[in-house]
């Protein structure tokens, strides 16, 4: 079988490379990007079959499908098949969507690191998708094949960003920035689905099955998450990150709906509560206002009109990374091959979040690239102290420092996009409003899953 591995940078291809880039040197160290070919045993023939299979986007319906845990044996082999038909031709296609990367920056060993991951991955999928799951042993062993899954992808990002930022002289950003929304959209789904059905097995099987099912959780799904209680606990962990950096915490008043609940991903809101949060903790101290509280208004609109929901979405969409979210681009992105996100569903609950801090604003000169992957204004002054091109070593050794923990405040320019790409998975959606000068506020809006009431009432193995 052919093993598909990164190729190596033919000699031919780096003479043209010298020629025509010649105002920015080939990499020195070029020789150690060519990695040693990973174990994968996927053959190309395969990877191209999977990857021309067609893709649906996937909704949060799909994740409760399968009824709420405890699952009957049948219903745990029935999200298995459901996983397992959805994951191979995500997985290929993500390694397609690598190989076509200029060579510069496929060869790149944080980058290729990403692709190896891929082909480990399709590889440890192979025995499943070959033929349907049908006994509890085979589940078995297909849940260790996603926690594996999960696993091996979860540094993604670190990792992602700093292969980026070390090739960042030799691409065009915009095709950076087209490939990362992309790649990081997909990489949602995929994580998502594998988690859904890790959850469903672990609350489904051993000791948790036996305990009293908690009737709020399906999987990874929270049917009453409150905004109010999430934002709470990102705010203590933001605080303990603020006081570790600057030796201060501000304030947080939360107003509005506070009793408002929804159901949602928690570790979704949760990533996103948290990147706000450090942006709004950041700005108030570094200006000096620490005593300005930062303030988050929940409303709850249950009735919410699509034509609301649609001018939000338009808001949040910066120029130069347009979308076309009227009612006709959005249903041709939500059926186009490279869409990865759920239908808009104007029935679904709506919660939208207001975060408004005075920490001074945004200057105009960086508003325009705010929602740009790496774009960050952490650490200038360091990095240009040490020489550092204008943020680039900022961002990496930012990255160097914090892993992938979220534990840092700042700094690797992934806050605002990822934010708005986890937002945007299942139809929601922000928008930013800056007051130079002044401070920021940050809209947030998301949907749950239409049929909260029924959810919640809903039998184990009930289909909604
Ligand atoms: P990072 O926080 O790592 O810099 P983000 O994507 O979260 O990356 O934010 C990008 C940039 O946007 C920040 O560096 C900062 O300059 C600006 N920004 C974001 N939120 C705010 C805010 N609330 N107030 C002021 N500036 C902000
Ligand atoms: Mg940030």
Request: with cysteine; hydrophobic share 35%.
């Amino acid at each position: 079988m052919l093993k598909a591995a990164v190729p190596r940078c033919p000699p031919l291809l780096q003479r043209r490379w010298q020629t025509h880039h010649s105002h920015q040197p080939f990499p020195p160290d070029i020789h150690q990007w060519s990695h040693p070919p990973s174990k994968a045993t996927v053959s190309d023939d395969e990877i191209s079959r999977l990857a021309a299979k067609p893709r649906r986007p996937l909704t949060l319906a799909d994740l409760v499908k399968h009824g709420k845990p405890p699952l009957r044996d049948a219903d745990l082999l029935s999200s298995a098949n459901f996983t397992v038909s959805l994951l191979p031709a995500r997985l290929a296609h993500r390694i397609q969507a690598l190989r076509n990367l200029p060579f510069i920056v496929v060869a790149n060993p944080n980058v290729s690191t990403i692709y190896n991951n891929y082909l480990h991955s399709l590889s440890t999928l192979e025995p499943f998708y070959k033929k349907p799951i049908e006994t509890i042993e085979e589940e078995m062993k297909f849940t260790e094949a996603m926690a594996d899954l999960v696993r091996t992808h979860s540094n993604t990002i670190p990792t992602m960003a700093k292969g980026f930022l070390q090739c960042r002289k030799y691409i065009d950003p915009a095709e950076v920035t087209k490939f990362l929304d992309q790649h990081l959209r997909a990489r949602i789904g995929t994580r998502l689905v594998a988690e859904q059905h890790l959850a469903l097995h672990m609350a489904s099987t051993g000791e948790a099955a036996k305990q009293k099912p908690d009737p709020n959780h399906v999987g990874v799904i929270d049917l009453g998450l409150r905004p109010a209680d999430v934002i709470r606990q990102c705010e203590g962990f933001v605080g303990e990150v603020c006081e570790l950096k600057y030796g201060v915490r501000p304030s947080l008043v939360i107003d509005g709906d506070t009793d408002a609940e929804f159901a949602h991903i928690p570790m979704h809101l949760e990533y996103i509560i948290t990147e706000l949060l450090k942006n709004a903790f950041r700005a108030t101290i570094e200006s000096g206002n620490e005593r300005e509280p930062i303030e988050v208004t929940i409303a709850s609109a249950p009735d919410v009109s699509t034509t609301k929901l649609q001018a939000l979405r338009k808001l949040s969409v910066s120029e130069e990374n347009a979308y076309d979210f009227s009612q006709d681009g959005l249903e041709e992105y939500c059926s186009s091959s490279d869409a990865d996100i759920g239908p808009l569903n104007s029935a679904a609950p709506c919660i939208t979040l207001r975060i408004r801090d005075r920490g001074g604003g945004i200057p105009p000169e960086a508003l325009a690239n705010i929602w740009s992957y790496s774009f960050t204004t952490f650490n200038n002054e360091q990095a240009a102290a040490a020489g550092g091109d204008n943020g680039t070593d900022a961002g990496l050794n930012t990255i160097a420092s914090s892993g992938s923990d979220q534990s840092s405040i700042a700094g690797l320019g992934y806050g605002l996009p990822l934010s708005r790409a986890y937002a945007e998975y299942f139809g929601g959606g922000i928008a930013l409003q800056s007051m130079y000068g002044w401070g920021t506020d940050v809209y947030l809006t998301l949907q749950g899953i239409g049929k909260m009431e029924e959810a919640k009432r809903a039998p184990s193995g009930y289909e909604i």
